[in-house]
T-cell receptor, first 115, second 110 residues
Framework: DAGVIQSPRHEVTEMGQEVTLRCKPI?????LFWYRQTMMRGLELLIY????????DSGMPEDRFSAKMPNASFSTLKIQPSEPRDSAVYFC?????????????FGEGSRLTVL | RKEVEQDPGPFNVPEGATVAFNCTYS??????FFWYRQDCRKEPKLLMS?????NEDGRFTAQLNRASQYISLLIRDSKLSDSATYLC???????????WGAGTKLIIKP
């Protein structure tokens, strides 16, 4: 079975540019999470969805960040405008409806560098 | 005080040795607990859930101590492939109120 699929795997962009990260969760999973990981701050939850509805976006740093989930098989995280401090690895994860609350399946991540 | 705390390490351990590390949590209402493993430049992967009665999976044993508010992970007969960062995760409620520790880095040496 395919796991969580993220794209792009790597992105290098310049400050001020728009960045869009994409995620396809595991089929049948109804929870989707966006995390950010840096050496300084570790793993931080940005937002999560249940059945395509945002449940908790309190971790979204500021208005420059937005996330959407238009359907059960696709989500995007957008940063506009990007800043150097946004450089991090962004992980998408999904979880099954009757799985253990805490059992997340992560994608391989999108490594973002903002110059 | 952080909600979930781990010794960052690194723990440098010879191959074949037993190693254990703990994770403390601050909220006594925490409901479920997990250990994840993250290899260098890879995504986190669930290693095991931690049950109240403790649980074992091969060379790995997880324990929960609610009175002292910590969970532990014991690795016996360590292998080179066990080298990774081990992340402690605490679920504060019935939904996904997951709090992640910063991780403990383990290095197994030949």
């Amino acid at each position: 079975d395919a796991g969580v699929i993220q794209s792009p795997r790597h992105e290098v962009t310049e400050m001020g540019q728009e960045v869009t990260l994409r995620c396809k969760p595991i089929s049948g999973h109804d929870y989707l999470f966006w995390y950010r990981q840096t050496m300084m701050r570790g793993l931080e939850l940005l937002i999560y969805f249940n059945n395509n509805v945002p449940i908790d976006d309190s971790g979204m740093p500021e208005d420059r960040f937005s996330a959407k989930m238009p359907n059960a098989s696709f989500s995007t995280l957008k940063i506009q405008p990007s800043e150097p401090r946004d450089s991090a690895v962004y992980f998408c994860a999904s979880s099954a409806p009757r799985g253990v609350a805490g059992e997340l399946f992560f994608g391989e991540g999108s490594r973002l560098t903002v110059l | 005080r952080k909600e979930v705390e781990q010794d960052p390490g690194p723990f440098n351990v010879p191959e074949g040795a037993t190693v254990a590390f703990n994770c403390t949590y601050s909220n006594s209402a925490s409901q479920s607990f997990f250990w994840y493993r993250q290899d260098c430049r890879k995504e986190p992967k669930l290693l095991m859930s931690v049950y109240s009665s403790g649980n074992e999976d091969g060379r790995f044993t997880a324990q929960l101590n609610r009175a002292s508010q910590y969970i532990s992970l014991l690795i016996r007969d360590s292998k080179l492939s066990d080298s990774a960062t081990y992340l402690c995760v605490v679920n504060m409620g019935s939904n996904y109120q997951l709090i992640w520790g910063a991780g403990t880095k383990l290095i197994i040496k030949p």
